[in-house]
Nanobody, 123 residues
Framework: QVQLVESGGGLVQAGGSLRLSCAAS????????MGWFRQAPGKEREFVAAISKISRTVYADSVKGRFTISRDNAKNTVYLQMNSLKPEDTAVYYCAADRTGLGRTVVSSYNYWGQGTQVTVSS
């Protein structure tokens, strides 16, 4: 059983940056793959970025080169650094944990989810 809590969301102008954090509790996440997903109003939840238990990373084409996912197992925390933000990035961002450790790109691969944090990018 893993509990995940996201933080760091907020309102930012286009071109700005935010860093999201996902703090885990209940057990260590060192053996889990970790992912970030987002959901905008009226749209399905979509993949953003993931990192495997051996720190391999994968990104959605829409964020590649702008976002960076990282993990700090000692702090039991995963991060999403978001640079060059666009209005199209506006969504609720969710952190998720995958007990297989692979950190895959589809929602159904993940076992635990946080409550989400709102990111709003103004033009």
């Amino acid at each position: 059983q893993v509990q995940l809590v996201e933080s760091g969301g907020g309102l930012v102008q286009a071109g700005g940056s935010l860093r999201l954090s996902c703090a885990a509790s209940g057990r260590t996440i060192s053996s889990y793959g970790m992912g970030w997903f987002r959901q905008a109003p009226g749209k399905e939840r979509e993949f953003v970025a993931a990192i495997s238990k051996i720190s391999r990373t994968v990104y959605a084409d829409s964020v590649k080169g702008r976002f960076t996912i990282s993990r700090d197992n000692a702090k039991n925390t995963v991060y999403l650094q978001m640079n060059s933000l666009k209005p199209e990035d506006t969504a609720v961002y969710y952190c998720a944990a995958d007990r297989t450790g692979l950190g895959r790109t589809v929602v159904s691969s993940y076992n635990y989810w946080g409550q989400g944090t709102q990111v709003t990018v103004s033009s």
